[in-house]
């Protein structure tokens, strides 16, 4: 059964993928490294207040994403970063991960005004992109890494009103904020993932050589009468950033 701190997760996100985040954290900060014992489901459960279900939904997730693995009868260990290739390994398969993903790592975004959206972008949306929108830029770097992971790009859609001009530019997460100044929800979030050479300005962003490989994520924010709000497109760099999917069967 699950506890009263279960049932009340902060914001929108699940208690499962909270702890995920904190377990996550933790590992990437070495505090299970030089032979120190993962924790048991029992020490977990008992630590964070949750039940066993949600302990096992946060160690699956970190599973998937190469960070753990665990074996009946052994327990859990850490991955080492040999074992994962030293990369950041992310899930972002649904807006909850999303907003753990902007929790657990940091970017400051800057306004480059009113534009017409990139012709190289728009023709690869197949919904209408007409109308103007805003753009945003911004490095992400995740908490103590000195390396960026991602070089994003945001743009608003006029039908935002005023609400983009009250973005809080350090706060992290756009969408998040534009939910609340504006009421508008997301009824659906589309990715499309491609591995591409990384462009002069794109290189200089994330401090790598021009040319060198990267992972893009064309990510669009539909409302629920299907109109896309926001698209965002961030830029990865190949050799810290790896893309894990959890799917459910």
């Known amino acids: 059964m699950a506890t009263k701190a279960e049932k009340q997760p902060t914001g929108r996100i699940p208690r499962y993928l909270q702890l995920a985040g904190q377990l996550r954290e933790a590992i990437l900060a070495g505090e299970y490294a030089n032979g120190r014992q993962f924790p048991t489901e029992t020490v977990l459960c ?3 207040d949750v039940s066993r279900y949600t302990v096992r939904e946060a160690l699956r997730r970190l599973e998937a994403e190469g960070l753990i693995q665990r074996k009946r009868g052994s327990g859990t260990t850490v991955q080492p970063a040999a ?41 690869q949306i197949a919904e209408s992109t007409k109308g103007k929108w805003s753009c945003f830029s911004g490095v992400r770097r995740h908490a103590g890494d ?45 990715q499309d993932i491609q591995a591409i050479a990384a462009n002069g300005d794109t290189a200089s962003a994330l401090e790598i050589d021009e040319g ?33 999917m959890h799917i459910d069967v």
């Open 46 to 48: 008992r630590d964070h």
């Open 83 to 123: 074992a994962r290739g030293g990369a950041l390994h992310q899930p972002l398969s649904n807006v909850g991960e999303l907003l753990q993903y902007s929790r657990d790592s940091k970017v400051t975004y800057a306004h480059l005004g009113e534009c017409k959206l990139p012709s190289g972008i728009a023709e």
């Open 146 to 190: 000195t390396l960026p992971i991602a070089a994003t790009h945001a743009y608003f859609h006029e039908m935002l009103g005023d609400a983009v001009a009250e973005l809080d530019l350090g706060a992290g997460t756009l969408f998040s904020q534009i939910e609340q100044l504006t009421g508008v929800q997301i009824g659906k979030v589309t």
């Open 212 to 244: 060198s490989p990267v992972l893009r994520i064309l990510r669009c924010y539909f409302d629920p009468k299907g109109r896309i709000f926001e698209i965002s497109v961030s830029h990865h760099p190949g050799d810290r950033f790896a893309y894990a």
